[in-house]
């Protein structure tokens, strides 16, 4: 059993099921954009065309064609020039949330914590070692 959702594009109600995240009627206006674009990059002119140039010749949101990228709808690998906005910088990427230089900076940045806190704990030890052996000498 579904939910009642307010569908974002045009505000109707609708029975949200999983698949969709608009109404019926939205769903069928953006499987005529999608066919639209799809048709202007079959031509061999067009393949290596950017987000910007879609947009200018067909009038489709730079939204949708993100979101067609992400569900695997359009290929990079066929497009070479299609991607979506990396979640924390904005440049353009074509696999997960974040592009691979934000991707390696974050990997970069947790193996310096991952250093760091390995350091800390290693500091801590000796000092609790030296201390306890001191204080071993005073009781006796």
């Known amino acids: 059993m ?22 019926y009627k939205c ?4 499987e005529e954009m999608y066919q639209m674009v799809y048709r202007f990059l079959r031509k061999r002119e067009n393949r290596a065309a950017t987000v910007e140039r879609i947009v200018e010749a067909t009038g489709v949101d730079k ?8 569900k695997g709808r359009l290929h990079p690998a066929v497009f070479p020039n299609l991607g979506y906005p990396c979640d924390n910088c904005g440049r353009l990427t074509t696999t997960g949330k974040l592009c691979e230089r934000c991707a390696k900076e974050l990997k970069d ?4 914590f ?7 704990e290693n500091i801590q030890k000796s000092e609790r070692a030296t201390y306890l052996s001191n204080q071993d000498k005073k009781e006796k």
């Open 114 to 120: 991952e250093a760091a806190k390995e350091f800390r």
């Open 27 to 30: 769903a069928q206006k953006e």
């Open 63 to 70: 939204e949708l064609l993100y979101k067609w990228v992400r």
């Open 109 to 112: 940045d947790l193996r310096a």
């Open 2 to 23: 579904g939910e009642v959702r307010t569908c974002p594009s045009c505000g109707e109600f609708f029975n949200y099921v999983g698949v969709r995240d608009v109404c």
